[in-house]
């Protein structure tokens, strides 16, 4: 896969999805931002992150400069659509300039490389450009099998798997996802965080229990699901495996 291809293409969709659309319509799958809101998080994190890159970031120390670096957002759709377009382009220049084996800061602490940002920068866009389209009311554009893959390791490695650094986790099922086009599997262990009075759900890659429930659908079908961006999946087996698995979805992402 050509990741900064697929940065630089996703981004793009995302932008053109929008450009023409009420700033104020409101988006389904993120119902807190409006089109315009949409756009404006992409530049920002975008800017972020080549910012990150750009100054070898490697500790928590200097994330509120980088932060405070952001630009100011503008008030026009065309303002912002050409920001969009400036921050894409740096990050990819910045990727680009960069090996994966790279310490760099990240918000995962297991791992602090160019390589996690360089998946997680791939995967958000794409996740937006979705959002992007729903937005607009337009045909959502299939995600291709390998990013789709991706898109699913990343939900099941990283995005499922926080918890904060306290918490005591109880596992409660394994269900598997299974991509009925491509045949591939994946095993996901389920359960609950607890960390004083807070409690959340987590799901992790399961290491050998055996499923007993099971979530089928293509994979583009099945990223979508698992990143909460529609997907048309069918969920079977066990009630308290497939309410566990529902608990994971609604943390959201």
Known sequence: MDRLAVISA??????DAVADVDPQRRCPT???????????HIVHVQHF??????????????IP???????QRPPTVGELL????????????????HDDEQPLWSWWPAEQTVGFTRRMQTYEATMHRIDA??????????????????????????????????????????????????????FVEVGQWRAGDSAGARGVRSTGAEATATVTGTVDDL?????????EVSVGGDPAAVAAMDAVLAVGM
């Open 133 to 186: 389209e729903l937005t607009a009311g337009i045909d959502v554009m299939p995600i291709a099998p390998d990013l789709a893959t991706g898109v699913i390791d990343h939900a099941v490695d990283v995005m499922w798997a926080w918890m904060p650094d306290a918490a005591v986790y109880e596992a409660r099922a394994v269900v598997e996802l299974r991509a009925a086009d491509t045949g591939q599997r994946w």
């Open 223 to 231: 990223a979508r699901w698992a990143w909460g961006r529609g997907g």
């Open 10 to 15: 996703q981004s793009q969709r995302l932008a």
């Open 30 to 40: 993120c119902p807190d931002w409006s089109a315009a809101d949409l756009l404006w």
């Open 82 to 97: 050409a920001l969009r377009d400036a921050a894409t382009r740096r990050l990819v220049e910045q990727l680009a300039a």
């Open 65 to 71: 400069d980088i932060e405070a670096s952001k630009p």
């Open 49 to 62: 992150w080549a910012e990150i890159l750009a100054r070898n970031t490697l500790s928590d120390n200097d």
